[in-house]
């Protein structure tokens, strides 16, 4: 039996919410459609902040409604505060993340509170979803966990800090997210350690992007570390709101090629993931496509021992 | 003092070689003087193969004559054969690279011998190099060292074999490339081992592709193995006649940030690599250009500790 490693797939969410164009709803359903019949045990389909914000997920109550209908999949909703959970429970999500920036000018840029506020916020949210009969875990995420393009590097110990309170404030898991980019392997190996060494068992998954290049040897960093929970996103998608230019999440596609090459399992069937390409490119024609193996396709030798 | 890592630039020669254009030899002068100007230690300029083999390298030995002018820089050549090698060393090259196919198939169609054949030949190579005034060394490059496109998966006790010939055949250094890009970080790390084993510190190098996004995992499999020297390009550059549409060798550019924010020491001006990439345009306008540290541009935490 090999070892299972968990692909969140947040295209859908952190991917979409950075395109150029807007991807119809139709569109959305039949791409989640896909991505779930492709094996991917859990995907982020949206947020629920106001349409004004992130137009491009204006439609994220609807399509969390059609996607729960999935069989055997996840769907996971983003929401940065009690209302949005709010909406998210309402539609009918499976799990709920939370962002809570450690960097101050991130925090304030993209939530408009302090960290040390956004940490209170998720302890309402907590409450609140823990009142309601269904039972919804929550996942946080130390956003700017490696770095920040407003405030430059972060201090380890804050984001050891803001992972404990997080804790502290009863959420099912906690995850590190290297929003814009910056981190690297022995960056990502110190701050899991660190965080671990804090909070045990609840340090759960890496959000990875790859502004840098770099982006799947941090996962294969945490792997080392003993992560087993990714985001990726199909396609590399994505992108930083402060980084203009900079590539989006690591590539799904290539990193199930990584985990399954080495053993372990996904549940992803890798020629259905790269034919959800196709309808991703339908519904942002215009949209730059990451990712290598897409483009020579999967070799021979995958899955079959010398 | 940090560690040191060798970066081998080797897109002169492997990357131009798969390049549909036809860099002019006044642009590759100026490229490979752009390449070492940016601190890198050594540059693979080409290969002493027929013009009518790879025409893209027919002016390998002016190139040589030339670059050997410059200061603080170790030019390679590749030869694959004696004569290749009596070229290099007459046109002054200080370092002499040869390719050996581990794969009999990949042998076959790329040097029109067997795998034991072609170990001989280094041999004769290695024997008339040491008879000649000036000491130039040699590499030799365990090609399709982790699966091979035409023959599929290549066994490891075969790369032990080969290196095991290679180092009996008294070449200084050994390489294991990963030349269609198949391999994966745990297949690194065991080949590496397993090499290592049979013939201790005359495993040197790294040679990856980045065919399937996992190149620069791959990379840090390696690192973390105790190599310390990898072959890259600038820009990815390269690719694969065997794998149509695969992308190139790993990025020097992502390397570079990638070991110089873990702390190594590579000699490299990362703003002045970045800069090269212009030439590298000049010189071949349609062709596509990998790299993700360039599309952002590089961090602003990059070498500075929070």
Chains 1, 2 share one sequence.
Not at 56 to 77: C, F, H, K, M, S
Not at 161 to 169: G, N, T, V, Y
Not at 174 to 202: K, Q
């Amino acid at each position: 039996m090999s070892e299972h490693v968990t692909i969140c797939e947040v295209g859908p969410r952190d991917g979409l919410q950075m395109a150029k164009g807007r991807m119809p709803t139709e569109v959305k359903t039949r791409w989640i459609a896909a991505l779930a019949a492709a094996g991917l045990p859990q995907i982020e389909v949206g947020s629920f902040v106001p349409a004004r914000v992130i137009p491009q997920l204006a439609d994220t109550a609807e399509i969390v409604r059609r996607a729960v209908l999935l069989p055997g999949v996840t769907i996971q909703a983003l929401a940065p505060n009690l209302r949005g959970a709010q909406g998210a429970y309402e539609a009918g999500a499976h799990r709920i993340s939370i962002p809570v920036s450690v960097s101050l000018g991130h925090s304030r840029a993209n939530l408009n509170r302090t960290p040390d506020e956004q940490v209170a916020e998720v302890g309402r949210m907590v409450a609140w979803l823990r009142a309601q009969p269904r039972h919804v875990p929550v996942e946080a995420a130390c956003s700017t966990a490696f770095g920040c393009s407003i405030d430059g590097a972060v201090a380890q110990s804050e984001v050891v800090r803001i992972a404990a309170a997080l804790a502290e404030a009863g959420v099912d898991d906690i995850s590190l997210a290297d929003t814009v980019g910056y981190g690297n392997p022995a960056m990502i190996r110190a701050t899991v350690r660190a965080v671990r060494a804090a909070i045990g068992p609840a340090l759960k998954a890496l959000h990875l992007h790859d502004t840098c290049g770099v982006g799947i040897a941090n996962a294969l960093a945490g792997l080392d570390e003993g992560i087993r929970k990714f985001d990726s996103a199909l396609a590399g998608l994505g992108g930083c709101p402060y980084a203009p230019g900079a590539s989006g999440n690591i590539v799904t596609e290539d990193l199930v090629f990584m985990l399954e090459s080495m053993g372990f399992a996904t549940g992803v069937n890798l020629d259905k993931l790269l034919a959800a390409r196709a309808i991703l490119r339908e519904g942002l024609p215009d949209e730059e496509m990451h990712g290598n193996l897409a483009k020579g396709g999967i070799p021979r030798t995958f899955r079959k021992a010398a």
